[in-house]
């Protein structure tokens, strides 16, 4: 479903003046989200609520000397919100307004009349922090009634939360680049969402149009990915009009975010406790044994997971192990024999490691297997050497045939990034054609975005419902062009060998041990990657023997390694220039230099 973002720039700008008119000179910079944030989320709940004010208040007033625990009344539709929160205090936000001498107590009043699950929210965004500042500054009442100004349209009647979503990721993406933060470090452009959502549920439409599904977004941020992709597949005019259940989770560990994506679960009727709170790598939130139908995520990459590290109590030195099954498979060693490893990745990128999370929290298939889509940076391809972490968790995706397909995206295509990235399609239950295969698209170039009119950020291109369509063409079509290329698993795989050179005395004879054999020296022992799909011995004899003769090579410590260099497959050689041509520019141009000096001096 699209979402036109202009028609929301009024709204984000109208909050946007909050800063301006009320909070300059009374907070830092850096803490207007700590205002404005919690605001637009109470000021929506509040909207939501107003309708069933006096029916609320009715039962409150009637049951709370009867009943421990009113929640069930004061949330069902006869007696209650008929939604999943309430608020039991006499103000509404307009009604604060009424009294502005006693605005502070009666704001206070207000935030502890809310349900619990919305004090949960106040509370992850820190919010009564700042109302001594609120009252020792004045500003109370003025921030209050900006909120309730007409030209904040915040109701989820009028505003989704796919919009709210977007209005909310804006103000953080501004937040961050006035503060010089990083910008927009939650937010992953709706187009790029849709095109995930597409590639992850059109392949299976056939089997989800009845029945109960769970999709998950470890790394939730305001839920977006969660909201939007149910909406894909349960739109009555889209594309597969399922009318299946579907139930959301999600788990994110950053405060002000978490706090977003659980008011809009509780303003569109899921159920917020769902949404867990927490570092899902080391504080993951939901039943071990839980698994998952489709998973949809944008981890952060390029960032440390140290603090997970420290939690997991890693162990130190080059013996690193990890108590937690969700790390730790079997993967095949050189001989062939599957040996249990602890997989992790570099301290400084965890990206990976929420891969290697979703994975365990895929279905079987025998209960319907499992969809993921997961946007990683390049390093993901090809960081860590044979034998690391990173290249086993690539070897284990790959020999467990798990990766259907990888899409570069364009460049400057995220808010806080112009690097290249690209979106993983991961599932357990491959169609025919393609066991055994793994599809790159290369969706970089200009034939699959648009320059955008304005940049956001680092974002200076955008991708169209017709890009996306011809993405997805490219994906279902799954035959080899010029922006598609099909490989084998093995292709990805290499063994790693350790190479030999004689060691030598200073008249060039070759020294030899004990036994006869040469020595080895040290100072030229190297190491050759030969790709899976070649024989060794074969290998040596062609690429190896012709120049250095008398090395040999042996296999006691030989690893196994993946890499998927994305880029050299779509790679096309540029001829250089001829010299005649390059020749010709340059005293073109120094002629072109003394006419522009001439007449300077003229």
């Given at each position: 479903?699209?979402?036109?973002?202009?028609?929301?720039?009024?709204?984000?700008?109208?909050?946007?003046?909050?800063?301006?008119?009320?909070?300059?000179?009374?907070?830092?910079?850096?803490?207007?989200?700590?205002?404005?944030?919690p605001?637009?989320?109470?000021?929506?709940?509040?909207?939501?609520?107003?309708?069933?004010?006096?029916?609320?208040l009715?039962?409150?007033?009637?049951?709370?000397?009867?009943?421990?625990?009113?929640?069930?009344?004061?949330?069902?539709?006869?007696?209650?919100?008929?939604?999943?929160?309430?608020?039991?205090?006499?103000?509404?936000?307009?009604?604060?307004?009424?009294?502005?001498?006693?605005?502070?107590?009666?704001?206070?009043?207000y935030?502890?009349?809310?349900s619990?699950?919305?004090?949960?929210?106040?509370?992850?965004?820190?919010?009564?922090?700042?109302?001594?500042?609120?009252?020792?500054?004045?500003?109370?009442?003025?921030l209050?009634?900006?909120?309730?100004?007409?030209?904040?349209?915040?109701?989820?009647?009028?505003?989704?939360?796919?919009?709210?979503?977007?209005?909310?990721?804006?103000?953080?993406?501004?937040?961050?680049?006035?503060?010089?933060?990083?910008?927009?470090?939650?937010?992953?452009?709706?187009?790029?969402?849709?095109?995930?959502?597409?590639?992850?549920?059109?392949?299976?439409?056939?089997?989800?149009?009845?029945?109960?599904?769970?999709?998950?977004?470890?790394?939730?941020?305001?839920?977006?990915?969660?909201?939007?992709?149910?909406?894909?597949?349960?739109?009555?005019?889209?594309?597969?009009?399922?009318?299946?259940?579907?139930?959301?989770?999600g788990?994110?560990?950053?405060?002000?975010?978490?706090?977003?994506?659980k008011?809009?679960?509780?303003?569109?009727?899921?159920?917020?406790d769902?949404?867990?709170?927490?570092?899902?790598?080391?504080?993951?939130?939901?039943?071990?044994?839980?698994?998952?139908?489709?998973?949809?995520?944008?981890?952060?990459?390029?960032?440390?997971?140290?603090?997970?590290?420290?939690?997991?109590?890693?162990?130190?030195?080059?013996?690193?192990?990890?108590?937690?099954?969700?790390f730790?498979?079997?993967?095949k060693?050189?001989?062939?024999?599957?040996?249990?490893?602890?997989?992790?990745?570099?301290?400084?990128?965890?990206?990976?490691?929420?891969?290697?999370?979703?994975?365990?929290?895929?279905?079987?298939?025998?209960?319907?297997?499992?969809?993921?889509?997961?946007?990683?940076?390049?390093?993901?391809l090809?960081?860590?050497?044979?034998?690391?972490?990173?290249?086993?968790?690539?070897?284990?995706?790959?020999?467990?045939d798990?990766?259907?397909?990888?899409?570069?995206?364009?460049n400057?295509?995220?808010?806080?990034?112009?690097?290249?990235?690209?979106?993983?399609i991961?599932?357990?239950?491959?169609?025919?054609?393609?066991?055994?295969?793994v599809?790159?698209?290369?969706?970089?170039?200009?034939?699959?975005?648009?320059?955008?009119?304005?940049?956001?950020?680092?974002?200076?291109?955008?991708?169209?419902?017709?890009?996306?369509?011809?993405?997805?063409?490219?994906?279902f079509?799954?035959?080899?062009?010029?922006?598609?290329?099909?490989?084998d698993n093995?292709?990805?795989?290499?063994?790693?060998?350790?190479?030999?050179?004689?060691?030598?005395d200073?008249?060039?004879?070759?020294?030899?041990?004990?036994?006869?054999?040469?020595?080895?020296?040290?100072?030229?022992?190297?190491?050759?990657?030969?790709?899976?799909?070649?024989?060794?011995?074969e290998?040596?004899k062609?690429?190896?023997?012709?120049?250095?003769?008398?090395?040999?090579?042996e296999?006691?410590?030989?690893?196994?390694?993946?890499?998927?260099?994305?880029?050299?497959?779509?790679?096309?050689?540029?001829?250089?220039?001829?010299?005649?041509?390059?020749?010709?520019?340059?005293?073109?141009?120094?002629?072109?230099?003394?006419?522009?000096?001439?007449?300077?001096?003229?």
């Amino acid at each position: 479903m699209s979402l036109n973002t202009q028609n929301l720039q009024p709204i984000i700008n109208f909050i946007w003046t909050v800063a301006d008119d009320v909070l300059i000179n009374k907070f830092l910079e850096n803490q207007y989200q700590d205002v404005i944030l919690p605001m637009t989320v109470l000021r929506r709940l509040d909207l939501a609520l107003e309708p069933t004010k006096d029916k609320v208040l009715k039962t409150h007033e009637e049951f709370k000397s009867k009943i421990d625990n009113l929640y069930g009344l004061l949330t069902s539709e006869q007696h209650g919100t008929g939604l999943a929160f309430y608020n039991t205090s006499k103000f509404t936000m307009k009604k604060l307004l009424a009294d502005p001498k006693n605005i502070d107590t009666n704001f206070l009043d207000y935030l502890n009349g809310y349900s619990e699950n919305v004090q949960d929210i106040i509370s992850k965004f820190k919010f009564r922090n700042q109302l001594e500042t609120f009252e020792t500054t004045g500003i109370t009442f003025s921030l209050i009634e900006k909120f309730c100004n007409p030209k904040v349209e915040l109701s989820p009647d009028k505003i989704s939360p796919m919009a709210m979503g977007y209005m909310f990721e804006d103000l953080i993406r501004r937040f961050n680049e006035k503060t010089n933060a990083a910008a927009g470090r939650h937010f992953t452009p709706r187009e790029i969402i849709e095109l995930m959502t597409h590639l992850v549920y059109l392949p299976v439409k056939d089997k989800i149009q009845k029945g109960t599904f769970l999709v998950y977004d470890p790394c939730a941020g305001s839920g977006a990915m969660l909201t939007q992709s149910k909406s894909f597949a349960t739109n009555p005019d889209g594309e597969i009009k399922s009318k299946a259940t579907f139930h959301l989770y999600g788990q994110e560990n950053t405060g002000e975010m978490y706090a977003v994506c659980k008011s809009d679960m509780l303003l569109k009727g899921e159920d917020p406790d769902k949404i867990k709170f927490g570092s899902t790598l080391s504080e993951y939130g939901f039943e071990p044994d839980l698994k998952f139908n489709f998973m949809l995520t944008n981890p952060p990459y390029g960032t440390t997971w140290k603090q997970d590290i420290d939690n997991l109590n890693v162990g130190s030195g080059k013996k690193v192990s990890i108590i937690d099954k969700r790390f730790n498979l079997p993967i095949k060693n050189f001989k062939g024999d599957l040996e249990e490893t602890c997989l992790t990745s570099r301290s400084n990128d965890g990206q990976l490691m929420f891969m290697l999370h979703m994975l365990s929290k895929m279905k079987d298939p025998k209960d319907g297997g499992s969809r993921i889509a997961s946007v990683q940076n390049g390093s993901a391809l090809f960081t860590g050497d044979a034998g690391s972490g990173e290249s086993g968790i690539r070897q284990y995706i790959l020999e467990n045939d798990l990766l259907e397909c990888i899409i570069q995206l364009p460049n400057d295509i995220f808010y806080n990034t112009g690097i290249a990235t690209f979106v993983w399609i991961i599932s357990n239950l491959k169609e025919e054609k393609r066991k055994g295969k793994v599809q790159l698209i290369n969706a970089s170039t200009e034939a699959f975005y648009r320059r955008m009119r304005k940049p956001l950020g680092s974002k200076r291109n955008e991708l169209s419902v017709e890009h996306i369509q011809a993405i997805q063409d490219l994906y279902f079509t799954f035959e080899v062009n010029d922006f598609s290329k099909i490989f084998d698993n093995e292709d990805f795989g290499f063994y790693q060998i350790t190479v030999h050179q004689p060691e030598k005395d200073e008249k060039g004879n070759i020294l030899k041990d004990t036994k006869g054999k040469p020595k080895s020296d040290t100072a030229l022992k190297d190491t050759e990657n030969i790709p899976m799909k070649q024989d060794i011995k074969e290998y040596f004899k062609k690429e190896v023997y012709p120049f250095v003769h008398d090395a040999w090579y042996e296999t006691k410590n030989a690893k196994i390694g993946y890499e998927i260099p994305f880029t050299k497959y779509f790679y096309k050689h540029t001829a250089l220039r001829d010299m005649y041509s390059i020749v010709e520019d340059i005293k073109r141009l120094e002629e072109e230099t003394e006419g522009l000096l001439k007449e300077i001096i003229n």
